[in-house]
């Protein structure tokens, strides 16, 4: 579980606010379930899912990277 905001996934999800960020690293954000399910049912090419303990039941036998983040963070 990620617990610090110094996380380097973190910063670096934070980063991608800005398009520069997102043009420079050819990464994007899709934010809540929905956008997320959708992706990975059209094989989008998924590097992280990143969710609150919560919503990490729902991506439990998902074949991707998911990485639980506390709610603090």
Same mark, same amino acid.
Not at 9 to 24: F, T
Not at 41 to 70: P, T
């Given at each position: 579980?990620?617990? +610090?905001?110094? $996380? @380097?996934?973190? &910063?670096?999800?934070? !980063?991608? @606010?800005? &398009? &520069?960020?997102?043009?420079?690293? %050819?990464? =994007? *954000?899709?934010? %809540?379930? &929905?956008?997320? @399910?959708?992706?990975? !049912?059209? $094989?989008? /090419?998924?590097?992280?899912? *990143?969710?609150?303990?919560?919503? /990490? +039941?729902?991506? !439990?036998?998902?074949? =991707? $990277?998911?990485?639980? *983040? !506390?709610?603090?963070?």
């Amino acid at each position: 579980m990620i617990t +610090s905001k110094q $996380n @380097s996934l973190i &910063k670096e999800i934070r !980063s991608l @606010s800005d &398009k &520069k960020n997102r043009d420079k690293l %050819g990464v =994007y *954000v899709l934010e %809540g379930i &929905k956008p997320v @399910s959708e992706a990975i !049912s059209l $094989n989008v /090419a998924i590097r992280d899912i *990143v969710v609150v303990e919560k919503f /990490a +039941s729902h991506f !439990s036998d998902c074949a =991707y $990277n998911v990485q639980v *983040v !506390s709610d603090e963070v």
